[in-house]
């Protein structure tokens, strides 16, 4: 049983890259996540989760660095797998920011599923940050691709986000691409991060 659910999820996963590239305008570029351990972005995950030793061990991370709110410096948009920080309905992300202090968590999201969308600005969503856009399923729910807008800096629940009603192609940069595949569980394991740098 295990086996043959482990084959549908795969076969699902496989799927979604080529919806969400259907969405993508001919010729955007992908942003390929980053697996590379980061030590700063190990600590503020194990601070904001406030993780036990055992779910180090046992979650996984990607992570981009893109401009979502359009003030000129990256943000870091990081997607956590493991039992501590998923459910049938999505990961766990983090949108971080470089300060001073080193990096601050500046939200907090769930049920996020990859690859997604960041939307460009000239896309015509009612957005202070870039528009995400994402696929929403799982936990019983229908699949719905649904647009994810922000503001005052902060974005919406992805259970509140609305569905994508406009099938036309979205300018933008797609996130995450290599999910889908058996590369998306390339993650590194945030238990290993700390003793490589």
């Known amino acids: 049983m295990r086996a043959r659910l482990s084959a549908f999820i795969l ?5 979604l890259p080529a919806a969400y590239a259907a969405a993508c305008p001919s010729g ?11 030590e700063a972005l190990r600590r503020a995950v194990v601070c904001y989760y406030d993780l036990p030793e055992e779910a180090l061990a046992a979650t996984r991370c990607e992570y981009v660095r893109i401009d979502l709110d359009y003030d000129g410096r990256n943000e870091i948009l990081a997607v956590l797998r493991g039992p501590w920080t998923s459910g049938t309905g999505g990961d766990s992300a983090l949108i971080l ?15 996020v599923r990859t690859p997604l969308l960041a939307a460009h ?20 729910a229908k699949a719905e691709t649904v647009i994810l807008t922000s ?8 259970s509140d986000a609305p569905p994508l009603s406009d099938r036309r192609p979205v300018p933008g940069v797609l996130l995450f ?21």
């Not at 076969?11 to 799927?15: E, G, I, R, S």
């Not at 920011?97 to 049920?111: F, H, M, W, Y």
């Not at 290599?178 to 740098?197: C, K, Q, V």
């Open 151 to 158: 503001r005052d800096g902060r974005y919406g629940s992805v």
């Open 11 to 15: 076969a699902a996963a496989l799927a």
């Open 28 to 38: 955007g570029l992908p942003l390929h996540a980053s697996s590379v351990p980061d």
């Open 121 to 140: 600005r000239t896309y015509g969503a009612l957005s202070d940050q870039r528009p995400l856009i994402l696929l929403r399923a799982g936990g019983g």
């Open 97 to 111: 920011e470089e300060t001073p202090d080193g990096l601050q968590v500046k939200q907090a999201l769930t049920l």
């Open 177 to 197: 691409p290599e999910d889908g595949t058996p590369e998306a569980l390339r993650g590194f394991s945030l238990a290993d991060a700390s003793h490589i740098f």
